[in-house]
């Protein structure tokens, strides 16, 4: 798979909440991420360093992806949970140049509801409710003769089954039926990733047994317990000992490391085509906290453990060297457009081919008072005065963060994200809040009303069972 003059291939695979320092691209500990390292070191790959979400949680993120714009911009998470007629998508803009568009995804907010679908002429949505329609009975029999690897066994609980097995064989059945066709095509799929609850499948679950204090079983029960309703966890967060943290994080990564291999299976997949001419991109849409400002999960900070993801490109030798650039998930997306010959007017990234970006602008809307009455419920003592009631930027360089909101801001010298450095950097903090006053500036310039839609209550009963507030 390689870059050339004729119209690439695109596959873009997003997973959901993987942090870049849980990943060996970083350099962790334990081998989470080893296919994606792989693929990284392959001739025509890239691992870079310091990808920044342009915001903290799958709705905006995926938008920005899907958009290639910041969430003040398409406002979809920042205000209106769906995407404003007026914007146009990635698929959209790669359809009118002749490619075919194929969405795979597991999370709802990369869906019809949200309008994030639109574009792609092929959209398949992997939840129960669509299950059947959507996988081949043979995959399905695949599926159930190993539960315990690629989901949670023979338990009853809903929330321990993972849907990446499905969204995998559709992405790989969706690439084999295309290879034959003249038009280059654009797929892209959202999978579950390490989303929480972290429940590992059973046979997974022994995979970093070495780093546990209890057996692996008694470990992934507790990371369940914690995260299977989030704002209760996020109460008790104070609680925990070392049994509580050591499962929670062991269980994440390994909730990693099935994601990767998946990946790599995949990857395996596409070279066995003989795919030449094909960008694969992977990435997350974001990350998750593990106890950094008192929190699990995501939504609630612009953390670098939130902001800061893996990407991993491979086909795409023109920024196979650009390995420790800034970059955003916008920016990648323009560069892929433009040498697609797609139009990418009003986007708001880079072209990483002949342009540097100097600072990463992350974005977290004004809508956090839910969970955090939700969190209160269980602990009223829950000091919620940390956090910003009102929407909330940063500006991250390499070694500082801004950020800014109508309540006041702070300058964090990273990665230290707990002292604010003012006034030790003054000229750092006049300069990084110009820098951020003048993107916004020009991001208010086209802010577009945004549109409301009502969930169907299927779906915002899984996104509860997700941990997410739905009004």
Not at 367 to 377: H, R, T, V
Not at 391 to 414: I, P, W
Request: negative net charge.
């Amino acid at each position: 798979m390689s870059e050339s003059t004729a119209p690439s291939n695109i596959i873009w695979i997003t997973l959901d909440s993987i942090r870049y320092d849980r990943t060996t691209l970083d350099g962790h500990a334990r081998a989470t991420t080893p296919n994606m390292e792989r693929i990284a070191n392959q001739a025509g790959g890239v691992s870079f360093s310091s990808c920044i979400a342009a915001a903290n949680w799958s709705l905006p993120s995926a938008a920005s992806i899907h958009t290639g714009t910041f969430p003040e911009h398409h406002r979809t998470g920042y205000g209106t949970n769906k995407l404003p007629q007026s914007v146009n998508t990635v698929a959209e803009r790669l359809q009118e140049v002749g490619y075919q568009t194929v969405g795979v995804s597991a999370n709802h907010y990369f869906s019809e509801s949200t309008g994030l679908s639109r574009g792609f002429e092929t959209f398949k949505h992997i939840n129960p409710t669509d299950l059947f329609r959507e996988v081949s009975p043979r995959t399905l029999l695949r599926f159930l003769s190993n539960l315990r690897s690629h989901s949670g066994g023979l338990s009853t609980e809903k929330t321990k089954h993972r849907p990446d097995f499905f969204v995998n064989e559709v992405v790989k059945k969706q690439v084999s039926s295309r290879t034959e066709r003249e038009e280059p095509f654009f797929l892209s799929a959202h999978y579950h990733g390490a989303h929480l609850p972290y429940y590992p499948p059973p046979a997974w679950q022994d995979r970093f047994s070495s780093d546990l204090v209890e057996s692996p079983r008694a470990a992934s029960e507790r990371a369940f317990k914690h995260t299977a309703d989030l704002h209760r966890g996020i109460a008790n967060v104070s609680e925990f000992g070392e049994a509580d943290w050591n499962a929670l994080n062991v269980m994440y990564d390994t909730l990693v490391a099935y994601s990767d291999s998946l990946i790599g299976e995949l990857f395996d997949h596409l070279k066995a085509l003989d795919l030449e001419n094909t960008v694969f991109v992977v990435t997350a849409d974001h990350g998750d906290l593990l106890g950094e400002c008192g929190l699990l999960g995501h939504k609630f900070v612009l953390h670098d453990g939130l902001i800061h993801v893996p990407a991993v490109v491979h086909g795409l030798d023109s920024v196979a060297d650009k390995q420790d650039e800034l970059v955003q998930h916008i920016d990648i997306v323009r560069t892929l457009v433009e040498i697609a010959g797609g139009d990418t007017t009003d986007f708001d990234g880079i072209d990483l081919r002949n342009e540097r970006r100097t600072a990463a602008l992350s974005q977290r809307a004004a809508d956090i008072q839910g969970p955090l009455s939700a969190i209160q419920e269980h602990d009223p003592s829950f000091d919620t005065g940390y956090f910003d009631d009102a929407a909330l930027s940063s500006l991250r360089t390499h070694d500082f963060k801004y950020q800014q909101s109508a309540e006041g801001d702070v300058l964090f010298e990273l990665p230290d994200e707990q002292s604010d450095v003012s006034m030790s950097y003054p000229d750092r903090r006049d300069e990084l809040k110009a820098g951020l006053q003048r993107r916004l500036s020009e991001i208010d310039s086209q802010k577009l009303d945004g549109e409301e839609v009502e969930f169907s209550d299927d779906i915002r009963d899984q996104l509860s069972d997700l941990g997410y507030i739905v009004e």
